[in-house]
């Protein structure tokens, strides 16, 4: 097994927010960003896999592909832009493809770069298990696979496998510190989350629950799998609302859904006094918190582990063989409305 790298430091600024208290504004153009990007991939695979001929012809070729999970999801979106860009920054072709959240379209993407000859093989693995065919066609192919925030099974008996991404479980830890600082005595709260197959599903859920040892009055009610997407957080708080008679906080295991809970809670004039937490860091979710529409969420650096991406590409391109690429975490950025404004554009 691959020692973990640690790409920065944890902020202490977690320590002091909860000593006084771990896809508004840019609104447009995050929607710009998780939609734009499908069709700037779409035409970008098409000249790419036309250079890609020309040179491989030529013997120059090196290309890298990326299945991106969904274009929809603003992280995703944004993640895939920064990626494109810093791979290409190195003079690294990348052809990159949307699964638009389909776990055999996004295998069957990756059995495509392999027919297309790249020399590497990532994505934002759509699921830990359901992802497996993927990375052991990859491993059949002798091509690495890089996987982004999502672990595939079994990637550990590969070599060629190399994860990116950030400690999940720190980003459940960072929820329940926070609502044990804040949340008065005998809270009760409800928690959202992603499809439980996933393995950030059970890392933030586990961070979540040791965090909230520290408050035995805290009671979570129930659990719902609102698919980590807005429209099931909006329709499932809504019946939420008619279910229980006291709700302290919502915390959601992703932005969007955090973002569909806010909608439902203004539609029903709930707002003021259910705090409402997340993980991701999107654009809309930090102008939520700047407005008092959401309390918290564990921003993931896109930034920090696209150019992480893009320097294992590097690596790879120049030589170093994959075996000796150690795995890559970037800390999550705990953003409450203390320091919002540290984080938006």
Same mark, same amino acid.
């Given at each position: ?217 805290? +009671? ?42 806010? +909608? ?49 590409? +590097? ?22 409305? $203390?320091?919002? $404004? +540290?984080?938006?554009?």
């Amino acid at each position: 097994m691959k020692r973990k790298v640690l790409k920065s430091l944890l902020p202490v600024v977690l320590a002091a927010m909860c000593l006084t208290g771990c896809g508004a504004s840019g609104g447009d153009t995050a929607a710009e960003e998780s939609q734009a990007p499908a069709a700037d991939g779409e035409a970008s695979a098409e000249q790419t896999d036309s250079a890609a001929t020309d040179e491989a012809a030529a013997g120059e070729a090196y290309l890298v592909g990326f299945a991106n999970n969904s274009d929809t999801y603003n992280y995703c979106a944004k993640f895939r832009s920064y990626l494109k860009e810093e791979t290409e920054a190195k003079g690294i072709q990348i052809m990159v493809t949307d699964a638009a959240g389909d776990t055999n379209v996004q295998n069957g993407q990756i059995d495509d770069f392999i027919v297309q000859n790249v020399n590497v093989a990532s994505a934002i693995s759509n699921d830990s298990d359901g992802s497996v065919p993927a990375l052991e066609a990859a491993k059949t192919a002798g091509i690495p696979y890089i996987s982004f925030l999502v672990a595939v099974t079994g990637g550990d008996d590969y070599d060629g496998y190399i994860y990116v991404g950030s400690p999940n479980t720190d980003a459940g830890r960072a929820q329940g510190e926070y609502l044990c600082e804040v949340l008065p005595e005998n809270a009760k709260i409800l928690y959202f989350t992603g499809e439980p197959v996933d393995q950030q599903y059970a890392d933030r859920k586990q961070g979540l629950t040791d965090a909230l040892k520290a408050r035995s009055d805290i +009671e979570i009610m129930d659990e719902y799998n609102v698919k980590n997407a807005k429209d099931q957080g909006m329709r499932t708080t809504e019946d939420c609302l008619m279910s229980y008679e006291t709700i302290d906080a919502i915390v959601c295991q992703n932005d969007d859904a955090a973002l569909g809970v806010v +909608e439902a809670l203004k539609s029903a004039g709930r707002l003021d006094g259910i705090l409402v937490l997340g993980v991701d860091g999107s654009d809309d979710a930090l102008a939520a918190i700047k407005s008092g529409e959401m309390a918290m969420t564990a921003l993931q650096d896109a930034r920090a582990q696209a150019q992480a991406g893009a320097d294992i590409f +590097e690596q790879i391109k120049n030589g170093t063989n994959p075996a000796d690429i150690e795995d890559v975490y970037v800390p999550f950025k705990i953003v409450t409305a $203390d320091n919002v $404004d +540290e984080y938006l554009k």
